[in-house]
């Protein structure tokens, strides 16, 4: 059963920034990919980036510029560095974790989420 464990949420005053980590444990396949959606009350959860292989990571447009997602692979996690938070960021980040075979079925994991409150 893989493990996927979420930290870095808080509170931060518009403009500010926070830093959120993602680590998976207990695979025994290798991460095809690694992501963060969030969810804001009374709305769907939404993809705010992911990066898979080697592939360049991708942005929800309402974070470009703002957000960065990188990932340590001998760690096995990933990070998600915003900056300019706006209030409409606000939501519970989830951290998304692909793995499998490389021509194999994809099986996901999601971690328990963590708050991010942006105050205006």
């Known amino acids: 059963q893989v493990q996927v464990v979420e930290s870095g949420g808080g509170v931060v005053q518009a403009g500010g920034s926070l830093r959120l980590s993602c680590a998976a444990s207990?695979?025994?396949?290798?991460?095809?990919?690694m992501g963060w959606y969030r969810q804001a009350p009374g709305k769907q959860r939404e993809l705010v980036a992911s990066i898979n292989g080697g592939d360049s990571p991708n942005y929800a447009d309402s974070v470009k510029g703002r957000f960065s997602i990188f990932r340590d692979n001998a760690k096995n996690t990933v990070y998600l560095q915003m900056n300019s938070l706006k209030p409409e960021d606000t939501a519970v980040y989830y951290c998304?974790?692909?793995?499998?075979?490389?021509?194999?079925?994809?099986?996901?994991?999601w971690g328990q989420g963590t708050q991010v409150t942006v105050s205006s």
């Open positions: 207990g695979s025994s396949f290798s991460i095809k990919g």
């Open positions: 998304n974790v692909r793995v499998g075979r490389l021509l194999g079925p994809t099986y996901v994991y």
